[in-house]
T-cell receptor, first 115, second 112 residues
Framework: EPEVTQTPSHQVTQMGQEVILRCVPI?????FYWYRQILGQKVEFLVS????????KSEIFDDQFSVERPDGSNFTLKIRSTKLEDSAMYFC?????????????FGPGTRLTVT | QKEVEQNSGPLSVPEGAIASLNCTYS??????FFWYRQYSGKSPELIMS????GDKEDGRFTAQLNKASQYVSLLIRDSQPSDSATYLC????????????FGQGTRLTINP
């Protein structure tokens, strides 16, 4: 069964550094998302992406964050100048439309630790 | 008022019984509703989706939606120890591939 994959599974970085989290969505999916989950808290939406542009973003997704689909398979989240509070699990998700239905399937996540 | 509200639990249910998980949402224009299962340290796994009032059954799982009461529930029949996990309710406000708003999740424990 097709799955969303993410790399790396765990990333440790120092405060102020830039990180790039990578995702390979399910191959026939056209809609891509990033969510994050701080330890012990709920899953929070960051951004959705369709047709090579951002379709919606949350208040969390400020100028520190950017997304890109650099080729036909990868979808990346870049976090510039990381802060301690960016430490979280970052989940990529993808969906395909069945009429008006958009079921989102999540990847295994990248645990980001900012020290 | 929280956008999506769930009882955090823990909810303990004996093996073989029915587990009932509840979720309320605040935005009346919400269109699509989803239940995800999340094991500790893992990612959310889609279990059920529901869009119309009434019941939707898939194997041991039944999702129930009441838009007038802004209420969605998940029933798990013949509960198994492997069903022990946190169950996340997620709501999509509008039709289309936009954000899911998640509840805090209900931690479910099935006791053998």
């Amino acid at each position: 069964e097709p799955e969303v994959t993410q790399t790396p599974s765990h990333q440790v970085t120092q405060m102020g550094q830039e990180v790039i989290l990578r995702c390979v969505p399910i191959s026939n999916h056209l809609y891509f998302y990033w969510y994050r989950q701080i330890l012990g808290q709920k899953v929070e939406f960051l951004v959705s992406f369709y047709n090579n542009e951002i379709s919606e973003k949350s208040e969390i997704f400020d100028d520190q964050f950017s997304v890109e689909r650099p080729d036909g398979s990868n979808f990346t989240l870049k976090i510039r100048s990381t802060k301690l509070e960016d430490s979280a699990m970052y989940f990529c998700a993808s969906s395909v439309a069945w009429g008006t239905v958009y079921e989102q399937y999540f990847g295994p996540g990248t645990r980001l630790t900012v020290t | 008022q929280k956008e999506v509200e769930q009882n955090s639990g823990p909810l303990s249910v004996p093996e073989g019984a029915i587990a009932s998980l509840n979720c309320t949402y605040s935005d009346r224009v919400s269109q699509s509703f989803f239940w995800y299962r999340q094991y500790s340290g893992k990612s959310p796994e889609l279990i059920m989706s529901i869009y119309s009032n009434g019941d939707k059954e898939d194997g041991r799982f039944t999702a129930q939606l009441n838009k007038a009461s802004q209420y969605v529930s998940l029933l798990i029949r013949d509960s198994q120890p492997s069903d022990s996990a946190t169950y996340l309710c997620a709501v999509n406000r509008i039709q289309g591939a936009q954000k899911l708003v998640f509840g805090q999740g209900t931690r479910l424990t099935i006791n053998p």
